[in-house]
């Protein structure tokens, strides 16, 4: 690209006040948007615009489309007469009354266009000037349309086709500008134009011999630019229909954000790989110039965009994650090739001979092998063109062969704040190697400003996503999924939503609750449930553990944890292999803790095993700190002798309000009214609860214990045991006389029945109804609480007591958020 051959004067531009606008197709795809976009740039200051525009959106296709008809001798009329329809109705919407001599103009100029295809039809073809100067109406007509409109609304405004100016040579590397003899003509042309604003057509272009053709993809932005250096604007803004540059493909990376600011070349790195950022050509004439252009949204003009200098900003290191598509990857290795001069000259000769473009190239020291990654439409090509140059050494066997790997696709990572920050490139491959993500060549150049790798197709996306979470992301960005949003669920979700947005702003945790499994749904979102979750419409669907796990692990998200608070055998079940699988399992299902041995050893093996974490704290007490306080015992070297304790929100207050006064049966109603007891009571008053409770806490201890191994006083009478709910609870009252019996000689020994689990020293575990003194501990709780009283080596003459709350949804899931705060604080969070 040549440059100006006078210095760009930003002193000059800045006293003119002037400032370049291009506007893409789909800002000016319709009456509403061209009427939009002439409020928008009547609404601004600027002393001098030049504003450069493309077709409306989707004219350029249309164009091409006709020609391709035309050449091949299809019907082409029928989609002319729509697109001529189209110009009209915008030139009539806008201008109302005053339209007849735009559609006079549109009229004439689409009977010309219709003139053209005919004649390609007749002929059967069309060369490239033919077609080019086809596929550049659209510019013309669009900016004939606005041009109108404004000055309709009594705007002052120039017109310009950049045809009678622009003059552009095509060339090897591209479209390349005349500026003398631009400069040459669009001289006298602004003598006899003095207008302050001006309306430029983008895309188009004449060549040295005065023929109109234009600039190839992306031109309209290159025009913006040229256009802007001719009339030394202080700044470019390209106006979309996006904020402005995101860090990655919003369609693959829901979590794209909007850079504020980015230099030339990291702008240029990240069009390299297929961005949509900006075409690099477009920015060639600014970078000459050190001309600022500033990506923005049409539709939200409030919205500042991202702005493209010389200098970008400190944000960093890393300002966008992109992907390449549609490539191969090609090895040459051989131990004939190890320290012999000229041998990678060799395969860049050869591929460049076969006018193949290289992406990527890749070489280790030892100089065995050499890499590249090449369009895969020249796969083929390349493969022939290297084995062609290295034949005698295939023959000798001095090259293995010329190896070739379909279906690649490059990740890079682009930012001018990489260079000399040690463990960026670390971390991008933590997070590749997190999502399991296999990386077949890597380059890196000295600049350090670009970090690209060679990944399979297919695991491109889950690439994109690490890779970006790595760098966006807090890496305290847990995936979180619940089973089971009955009373306790249902009161921990409401608590981390409450917490949630302190938690982002203290400890840099981000909890995403990205599942909820029942028996009955499926709930699921992308980023984050919120706490409107039970608005949200479910699939209806029974146990879908699959869909649960499937959506719940996401590879661009650091730490996955579920939570369960099913209290279902069968969940607890998948607990082993949710860990190994590095999953984090939180939970108050006592299944896990005291169901079978084997399963209880299989879990602890594999929590153990990896880096995922196993938390139960809410197993026993609900809220209270009994686990983490035998826990911490055990690890400090004490030894547990004995355990006793009411473990039972419900019987303890069932018990402590128990004295006679009014029948037992009519307790239970009562507290099953109040939410203190299960659906079904029996679950509280057969003790089993409380037997699991101390077979948890046993195996904390080391001790083997099963439930099979402990004594149960089941308060249920044995003619009820097998009864239906319903019926069951019409006939409580069976469970009076022998309460009443129980209490009356308790009153007689001075004492008062509480519920009581107990492990002694010679390992025997009870949970029943006993006789305590009325001074005893466990004789002066509040109406709810549990007790746990630890005897131990250090602890034996006056035993460790944890007591308070012990029931209720709320305090039960405070324990499971408690647990799921520990595992954060371990993955690093500041809480």
């Avoid at 509403?32 to 409306?56: D, N, P, W, Y």
């Avoid at 299809?74 to 007469?81: I, L, S, Y």
């Avoid at 473009?357 to 050499?370: A, F, R």
Wanted: charged share 20%; aromatic share 6%.
């Amino acid at each position: 690209m040549q440059a100006l051959e006078q210095p760009y004067d930003d002193s000059l531009a800045a006293a003119a006040g002037v400032v370049a606008h291009k506007f893409g197709g789909s800002s000016l795809a319709d009456a509403s948007r061209i009427r939009h976009v002439a409020a928008l740039l009547r609404g601004r200051g600027e002393a001098t615009q030049v504003v450069v525009v493309s077709a409306m959106q989707g004219v350029t296709n249309a164009l091409i489309a006709l020609t391709d008809a035309a050449r091949n001798k299809a019907a082409w009329r029928p989609d002319w007469e729509k697109l001529r329809a189209r110009h009209l109705a915008v030139a009539a919407e806008l201008l109302g009354d005053e339209a007849g001599g735009v559609r006079d103009w549109l009229t004439q100029r689409f009977d010309e266009l219709a003139d053209m295809l005919h004649a390609i039809s007749v002929l059967g073809g069309a060369g490239r000037e033919i077609a080019d100067a086809i596929s550049g109406f659209g510019e013309v007509w669009s900016a004939f349309i606005l041009h109108a409109y404004l000055r309709r609304e009594g705007a002052d405004y120039g017109l310009l086709d950049a045809r009678e100016v622009l003059v552009v040579r095509h060339e090897e590397l591209g479209v390349a500008v005349d500026w003398h003899a631009t400069e040459a003509l669009l001289a006298p042309w602004r003598e006899e134009h003095p207008h302050p604003r001006l309306i430029v057509t983008g895309y188009i272009a004449r060549d040295i011999d005065g023929r109109a053709t234009v600039l190839g993809r992306n031109g309209s932005d290159y025009s913006g630019a040229i256009f802007a250096a001719l009339w030394q604007a202080q700044e470019l803004h390209i106006w979309t229909d996006v904020d402005g540059v995101l860090s990655a493909d919003p369609r693959l990376e829901p979590e794209a954000v909007t850079l504020a600011a980015m230099s030339y070349e990291e702008a240029c790195e990240l069009a390299y790989f297929g961005a949509k950022v900006i075409h690099p050509q477009t920015m060639a004439p600014a970078i000459a110039r050190g001309l600022p252009i500033t990506i923005r949204n049409t539709f939200r003009p409030e919205h500042p965009g991202t702005r493209i200098d010389a200098h970008g900003d400190d944000a960093g290191p890393v300002k966008g994650i992109t992907l390449a598509h549609d490539l191969a990857l090609l090895n040459v290795e051989g131990t004939g090739m190890i320290g012999v001069p000229g041998t990678a000259e060799r395969v860049f000769a050869a591929l460049r001979a076969a006018h193949v473009s290289v992406v990527m190239i890749s070489q280790g020291s030892s100089e065995h092998s050499i890499c590249c990654v090449v369009h895969a439409a020249q796969a083929q090509t390349a493969r022939a063109a290297l084995e062609g140059a290295f034949a005698r050494e295939l023959a000798d066997g001095q090259i293995n062969g010329v190896q070739l790997t379909g279906d690649i696709a490059v990740l890079a990572a682009v930012g001018d704040r990489m260079a000399g920050v040690p463990g960026v490139a670390a971390r991008l491959f933590d997070a590749l190697a997190r999502a399991h993500v296999n990386i077949r060549a890597i380059a890196q150049g000295a600049s350090e400003r670009n970090i690209s790798v060679a990944i399979a197709r297919d695991q491109a996306t889950v690439a994109l996503r690490a890779a970006h979470a790595a760098f966006w992301l807090s890496r305290q960005t847990i995936s979180v999924g619940l089973i089971g949003p009955g009373k306790v669920g249902s009161a921990l979700l409401d608590q981390i939503s409450a917490a949630a947005p302190r938690l982002r702003r203290d400890a840099g945790l981000d909890l995403r609750l990205r599942a909820i499994l029942s028996t009955k749904y499926l709930l699921a979102d992308e980023r984050d449930l919120g706490s409107n979750w039970r608005d949200r419409d479910a699939d209806f669907v029974s146990n879908d553990i699959e869909g649960f796990l499937k959506h719940l692990i996401a590879a661009h998200l650091p730490h996955t944890v579920i939570l369960d608070c099913s209290g279902s055998d069968a969940i607890a079940e998948h607990y082993p292999d949710w860990l190994a699988a590095g999953i984090h399992v939180i939970t108050p299902n006592k299944q896990a803790g005291a169901g079978p041995f084997e399963r209880y050893r299989a879990i602890r093996a594999a929590a153990a095993a990896g880096s995922a974490r196993f938390r139960y704290e809410a197993t026993v007490g609900a809220g209270l700190p009994v686990i983490s306080t035998l826990r911490d015992l055990i690890d400090t070297g004490d030894e547990l002798l004995a355990v006793e304790g009411i473990f039972s929100g419900t019987l303890a207050w069932l018990f402590n309000r128990y004295d006679g006064s009014v029948p037992f049966s009519a307790l239970v109603r009562e507290a099953h009214a109040l939410g203190y007891t299960e659906p079904d009571p029996r679950d509280d008053l057969s003790g089993t609860d409380v037997a699991r409770k101390l077979v948890i806490l046993a195996r904390e201890a080391g001790w083997e214990l099963s439930l099979d191994d402990v004594t149960v006083e089941n308060l249920v009478p044995a003619t009820l045991r097998g009864a239906g709910a319903g019926e069951f609870m019409a006939s409580l009252d069976h469970l009076d006389a022998a309460m009443a019996q129980r209490l009356a000689a308790a009153q007689a020994n001075a004492t008062v029945l509480r519920y009581v689990a107990r492990l002694d020293r010679s390992g025997e575990a009870s949970v029943g109804l006993v006789e305590l003194p009325r001074d005893h501990a466990f004789a002066n709780i509040r109406l709810t609480d549990n007790i746990v009283q630890f005897s131990t080596r250090r602890y034996c003459d006056n035993p460790l007591v944890v007591q308070g709350p012990g029931a209720g949804p709320e305090v039960t899931a405070a324990g499971v958020f408690a647990d799921l705060l520990r595992v954060a604080a371990a993955l690093g969070a500041h809480i």
